[in-house]
């Protein structure tokens, strides 16, 4: 199968999408398909034998992590050559909208996986006037699609709800080899502890962004008697939640990766998960792999991964209380948690990345063998069909 993919998330940023693309370009590959990447400057050149391409990008001033880049006629000549049976946008953004005419112009089916709430995240940067745009836009890219890919069934209904159709649920991953509970290091114990590696670890890992909601955990500190707090990752906030934690047992790393990141999830006590915006939540998995059991929202994807009282904690969205009263909970009963541990390690040992691509190629197949193109059809609605015209107009100007 011959695959092009298009994605503003890529190297070196790292995300929960970055790492579901590359897991599953290394599956691909190993399954003997080819593989070409449309992706932002400043990455690899290629990735695991497929060829990237990178386009000019500049940097999104809300989060100077992401690369945004325009389409670009030079993709044309690419996909000419390469012949695509399938083409993949992960959660499309400017250089998207050059997949979607690329793959109407040049007959190529087209799959569309949403992997973020971008909507709810408007909130947090004070932009909720736009919720009811985005989803204008989400709703048109959406239609354009044969298959839209789900990380979640929240997510899967969400879309649903507003309209969208052709909706797949793509199963939930992990690795669990490299994410084990033998991970553990008492030396990683004492550095994420700042050296007091006896008393109770919390971690949290993911972007330190405003929606992540990580300030919360200031209370839980307060809560549980000598606790200590290790912060992995990085973003646009982290200088921000330096000076809020400042006086308090935590610790920042920055990023963490490979085994590196395995030996803090295996060293935790337990994984601290305050934001109600999760897709999937692929550090929970990467968590719960490691031995490490979670504490986490219940809301999002959250749920699909996480059983409370039994592969997990949850607290509830609406509960200003709910996060300190459940981290409390979880490290009541020493043996529970270990039961706990066992039983989250049990259940994402079923969830490989090579089963999660099999099941993946099995919907490119599908999606190749129905498809017919969307030229006939049009979006409900006056506002709707106005804005595909112009889109569509506007890019002829600019792409061949």
């Known amino acids: 199968m011959k695959i092009a993919l298009m994605t503003e998330p890529f190297l070196p940023k790292i995300d929960g999408i970055v790492t579901m693309l590359t897991k599953t370009v290394e599956c691909l590959r190993r399954r003997g398909d080819e593989v070409l990447i449309f992706a932002p400057s400043g990455g690899p050149k290629e990735l695991y034998g497929a060829e990237v391409v990178g386009l000019p990008s500049a940097r999104f001033p809300l989060y100077p992590e992401l ?12 996909l000419e050559a390469f012949k695509p049976d399938i083409m993949h946008l992960f959660e499309p953004a400017l250089l998207g909208i050059g997949g979607m005419y690329y793959s109407q112009v040049l007959d190529i089916p087209l799959v569309i996986s949403s992997h973020t709430n971008l909507p709810a995240y408007l909130r947090y940067y004070r932009l909720g006037v736009l919720e009811r745009l985005t989803w204008m836009l989400m709703r048109e890219r959406h239609w354009r699609a044969n298959l839209n890919l789900c990380t979640s069934t929240v997510t899967l209904q969400d879309l649903r709800e507003h309209g969208i159709k052709d909706l797949a649920l793509w199963e939930r991953a992990v690795d669990s080899t490299l994410f084990a509970p033998s991970a553990r290091s008492e030396e990683t114990r004492g550095m994420l502890s700042g050296g007091d590696p006896e008393k109770p670890l919390l971690l949290y890992v ?10 919360r955990l200031r209370d839980v500190l307060a809560a549980v008697p000598g606790a200590r707090l290790a912060i992995v990752g990085d973003g646009p906030v ?3 939640l330096e000076r809020h934690f400042k006086g308090t047992a935590t610790v920042f790393t920055g990023y963490l990766r490979g085994e590196e990141l395995a030996q803090a999830y295996a060293s935790a006590d337990l994984f601290v998960l305050p934001s109600k915006t999760e897709t999937l939540g692929l550090v929970l998995l990467e968590s719960m ?11 999002g994807g959250v ?7 039994v592969t997990g904690f949850l607290f509830e969205p609406g509960d200003p209380e709910g996060l300190v009263k459940t981290v409390q909970r979880a490290l009541k009963d020493r043996s529970e948690l270990e039961a706990v541990s066992l039983r989250a390690r049990q259940d994402v040992e079923l969830h490989s990345w090579e089963g999660a691509t099999d099941q993946l190629r099995a919907m490119y197949a599908e999606t190749i063998e129905h498809w017919a193109p969307k030229r006939t059809g049009k979006p409900e609605g006056v506002v709707k069909r106005a804005a595909c015209s112009a889109t569509m107009a506007a890019l002829r100007t600019l792409l061949p």
Do not use: I, N, T
């Not at 690369?67 to 690419?78: V, Y």
């Not at 993911?206 to 300030?215: C, D, N, P, Q, T």
């Not at 749920?303 to 009282?309: E, I, K, L, R, S």
């Open 67 to 78: 690369r945004l880049a325009l389409p670009r006629a030079s993709m044309r000549p690419k």
């Open 289 to 299: 792999a490691a031995g490490c059991p979670v504490v986490a929202c219940r809301a």
């Open 303 to 309: 749920p699909d991964a996480v059983q409370d009282g």
């Open 206 to 215: 993911g972007r330190l962004s405003a929606e992540k909601e990580v300030s």
């Open 238 to 240: 982290r200088q921000e």
